[in-house]
């Protein structure tokens, strides 16, 4: 079946540091969006990737999406605390809309 | 503008009871789905709607019901409680189709213990 797969499963950065979170799919995913979770919250809607090769940037945020459509990576400039939390991707592959395969996603810690 | 509201947030079952969780939103979305979240296995689709009327399994349809009476409202029943069953679930809906760049709008989440 659909895996989506995502490296790595926690990471632990000082504030200042960059961050990258990896996605990478077992099939060619139509499109792909990116959410966070806060300690003890729920999911977050961040951003969605569609095109092949394509970057989106939200302030400290850099999205991508691989050429093959395949795999994505979210990389955070210089961490903030308000950083803390996990970082999930999720696949659409079959191109139905609306089933979304999810990661099971990257714990972040930035300490202080 | 509530938006999606699930109860109860914490419930303690015996194995072999049944409930069910509510959900509702206000926000007139078509799409709306049930998740489970367990430690290291990110969100599996359990059942999901796209509209009034219709329903669909998802991932791990198995001992869980729905049903989609109203595009209010999506309730997640189920059936005979297992320890298996003990998780973190979360209801999503999303204004037309997810994949249209709106993305899931989830609830709170309901943290339920099998015993």
């Known amino acids: 079946g659909q895996q989506v797969m995502q490296i790595p499963q926690y990471q632990h950065v000082q504030e200042g540091e960059d961050f990258t979170t990896y996605c990478n799919s077992s099939?060619?995913?139509?499109?792909i969006q990116w959410y966070k979770q806060r300690p003890g919250g729920h999911p977050v809607f961040l951003i969605q990737?569609?095109?092949?090769?394509e970057v989106k940037k939200q302030k400290r945020l850099t999205f991508q999406f691989g050429e093959a459509k395949k795999n994505s990576s979210l990389h955070i400039t210089a961490t903030q605390t308000t950083d803390v939390g996990t970082y999930f991707c999720a696949g659409d592959p079959r191109n139905y809309g609306q089933n979304f395969v999810f990661g099971p996603g990257t714990r972040l810690s930035v300490l202080p | 503008n509530a938006g999606v509201t699930q109860t109860p947030k914490f419930q303690v079952l015996k194995t072999g009871q049944s409930m069910t969780l509510q959900c509702a939103q206000d926000?007139?979305?078509?799409?709306m789905s049930w998740y489970r979240q367990d430690p290291g296995m990110g969100l599996r689709l359990i059942h999901y709607s796209v509209g009034a009327g219709i329903t669909d399994q998802g991932e791990v349809p198995n001992g869980y019901n729905v049903s989609r009476s109203t595009t209010e409202d999506f309730p997640l029943r189920l059936l005979s409680a297992a320890p298996s069953q003990t998780s973190v679930y979360f209801c999503?809906?999303?204004?037309?189709?997810?994949?249209?760049?709106?993305?899931?709008?989830f609830g709170s989440g309901t943290r339920l213990t099998v015993v």
């Open positions: 926000m007139n979305h078509e799409y």
């Open positions: 990737l569609v095109k092949s090769g």
């Open positions: 099939t060619t995913l139509s499109n």
């Open positions: 999503a809906s999303s204004y037309t189709l997810p994949d249209r760049g709106y993305g899931y709008t």
